[in-house]
């Protein structure tokens, strides 16, 4: 997927997110204006470390290998990691995520998903090429399929609405 593709991707995916995690379609009540500042400040919070995200992977076309040197787990695990130990760059790894669902699903070429331990690139068969008049659709189409999951996800699995340092501190009072 193109640069062009993956910020659509993003930026809808960060208003789709802000939707899912402000408002519950169970108790929603469209006349409280709290509800909409609550979306407004969600959707900011998600918005730019998102379309950052998004927009990192693809900088190995100038350093590295293209589709292999920042696009596999290892780096997904470096941004998922991050907010724990440093406690910022929350949010970025949504959009590293999204950028490799994206660059699986809705392009031709696929990913190297345990580089650097192997360069062989995964790929589903859906994806289009990235000059096809297709390519803004499949954008649309995989951003909706990822906002279904997240949403099912959230409303009937887990809550996403909590920082992933809240999580771990959570967790290790557990432990
Ligand atoms: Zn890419």
């Known amino acids: 997927m193109n640069k062009k593709g993956h910020v659509l991707n993003a ?7 802000g939707v899912i995690l ?3 379609p169970r108790t ?15 959707i900011g919070q ?28 290892p780096v997904l695990i470096v941004f998922l990691a991050f907010p724990l130990v440093f406690d910022n760059l929350h949010f970025v790894w949504i959009g590293v995520a999204t950028h490799y669902v994206l660059d699986m699903v809705g392009s031709k070429r ?7 331990l192997s360069p062989q690139e995964y790929d589903l068969p859906t994806g289009v090429a990235t000059s096809s008049k297709y390519a803004d659709i499949v954008t649309y189409v995989v951003t909706a399929a990822e906002l279904v999951v ?9 809550s996403l609405d909590v920082s992933l340092a809240d999580t771990a501190a959570a967790f290790t009072a557990v432990l």
């Open 11 to 17: 930026i809808l995916l960060a208003l789709g997110l």
């Open 22 to 24: 402000t408002i519950d």
């Open 28 to 42: 929603f009540e469209p006349n409280r204006a709290e509800t909409y500042v609550l979306l407004a400040q969600k």
């Open 46 to 73: 998600l918005s730019l470390p998102i379309i950052l995200g998004a927009l990192f992977p693809d900088v190995d076309t100038a350093f590295g290998k293209h589709r292999k040197t920042l696009h596999n787990l």
């Open 110 to 116: 696929g990913i190297a998903l345990f580089y650097p």
């Open 150 to 158: 997240l949403a099912g996800i959230h409303y009937y699995v887990i």
